[in-house]
């Protein structure tokens, strides 16, 4: 039976993928475990947690290099270069691995030295990419930066010069790293993060897949919008447009046009029954002044049962990301049936298919938006996920890249 360990910062980070990719293994037969940094509220099966110390002095570096990098641009976000992590190989889980697959491990939970040291075991290792930190020198997305295609000198994320070296060095560690282990392989959840890795510096000579994150279409289904409104206390004639994010405030989540794309829409007549359901964020005050119609604040929902009833319950999603890889939030609401209003960038046209089930805006423009908002709704345009996401599809392209592991080794050996 194959073995797979899975190594995620957390079961909830990178868009709860690797716990979702592990369910669909299991189903498979293929044997999985996932080994975590930190710890959930009820523990679950088929997670090895580490432990208490581990996880102290990764909230003292994460401490630190918020401090360290307080300067920054706030438009790059987040900005990962510290050298802390934690060396794992000793696990048995490690141990007995067929195939190891690296998720979203920032955070203090490894860095590119422990990345070097499980690739020298001689294991198939499989990077998914969940934002672009594997290829950049310590930013997740880079926005209109592209020295990540040379050497990123000169890092527009910082202002003072000797902060702008943070880049040029860790760049220099991943490259080091990458270069000295065959058995790296990446995989791009998206269209476009795949063309980015084979256009950048450290990757475009490593190999690169494309599969598309995994979802379990049997918990997020369409179910009747009426219901799902009842029993989120929402009238059922109230048109429902959704949002989400953890942080509201993040310059990448495109708060700031969803907020002028509403503005927009208050002047319209139909716009006279309208609630904005936001889930992910407790309650604003601020943001809730700035609505102009009524808002729900669901905070943070910790199950997927109550994620897939808000999209049910909802006529319309926005995710007006400036930059995204394949958020799962898309995803999500076209399994659910509610349409999906976007920016066309990353990988969010991946998923949408223009006018049909969801509408794709102009970068940055929230006149298009509203556009979108109004015409998913007017045409009350039937959402679905595009062919290619299912289980079984994503599922078979993660088998046949055993398969190529296997042709890449004896090539190798012979």
Known sequence: MIKIVQLQYSTESGGRSALRLQNAF?????????????????PLQNIVYLGRKKRYIARLFTRLETYLTRNKVNKYGMFSFLPSGSNITGLKEIKTADYIYIHWVQHGFLNPHNIGQIARLGKPVIIVMHDMWSMTGGCHYSFDCNGYIKDCKNCPVFIKTKEKKYAEKKLKKKQKVYAANDNLFFVSPSK???NCARQSALLKNKPVF??????????????????????????????????????IESYRKGWIYLNKALLLLKED????????LIFGSDYNKEIAESIPFKTKFLGYLGDEYSTALA???????????????????????LACGTPVVGFNVGGIPDMIMHKQNGYLAKYEDENDLAIGIKYCLENKVEAKMLTGFDIETTLKKHMDLFENFKTITKVHND
Do not use: C, M
């Open 269 to 276: 007549k139909l716009f006279t029954d309208v609630i904005l």
């Open 192 to 194: 476009w993060l795949y």
């Open 26 to 42: 299991l189903d498979a037969g293929i044997q999985s475990t996932i080994i975590s940094l930190q710890r959930d509220t009820h």
């Open 210 to 247: 494309y599969i598309p994150n995994i979802l379990d279409t049997k918990l997020f289904k369409p179910v009747d919008k009426k219901e799902a409104k009842n029993i989120l206390d929402i009238p059922t004639n109230t048109t429902v447009i959704s949002f989400g994010a953890v942080s």
């Open 311 to 333: 999209y049910n319950a909802s006529d319309v999603f926005v995710v007006p990301s400036l930059a995204d890889n394949q958020p799962t939030t898309v995803q999500e609401s």
